[in-house]
């Protein structure tokens, strides 16, 4: 199975300042179909995941432009311009290229 | 707007069965493939399995392989996770997904 490693677990960071999560994945994770599904996930304190960025940078409808992808291959950033207090919770990466789909172990994103 | 309604908590005994519904809304169904991923109390996103609304086809994680019936209903666009012979450590909340959309959640106790 693919292994996803994010780093940090933990981020406490001030409002107003970037933060950056890594993601790195046990193997490449480019599709024969030239895709890279790698997808990041923000879940809220007691709400459901929500899907935040897909295939490596596309962000899904209605995400604030703050919030960015990038990487290739087996490492990939998820960046927050600015962070604000509605970005507190925890962060997970998600490989959809090979069977069976996994996850990272997340990070939690905290105000300082 | 899509929405993924997902049935109400269970408490089940071990030994037992689970069936969890997800009923998706104003949504092409068999265009797409629902996920199934799980969160036991304060841990991360777990994958169980996936299911093309359009053919069938499953895929599940090896964890779950023999314990995990994915199947969906596209004349009501619902799609079901049935899991059997439930342990303490099934206790957990139940996410389907499709795409960028998730369900609410559906926890499930296990508990004699």
Known sequence: DVVLTQSPLSLPVTLGQPASISCRSSQSLLYSDGNTYLSWFQQRPGQSPRRLIYNISHRDSGVPDRFSGSGSGTDFTLKISRVEAEDVGVYYCMQGTHWPLTFGGGTKVEIK | ?112
């Open chain 2, 1 to 112: 707007q899509v929405q993924l309604e997902q049935s109400g908590a269970e408490v089940k005994q071990p030994g037992a069965s689970v069936k969890v519904s997800c009923k998706a809304s104003d949504f092409i169904f068999t265009t797409y493939g629902i996920s199934w991923v799980r969160q036991a109390p304060g841990q991360g996103l777990e994958w169980m399995g996936w299911i093309s609304a359009y053919d069938g086809n499953t895929k599940y994680a090896q964890k779950f392989q023999g314990r995990v019936t994915l199947t969906t209903d596209t004349s009501t666009r619902t799609a079901n996770m049935e899991l059997r012979s439930l342990r303490s450590d099934d206790t957990a909340v139940y996410y389907c997904a499709i795409e960028q959309y998730w369900g609410q959640g559906t926890l499930v106790i296990v508990s004699s």
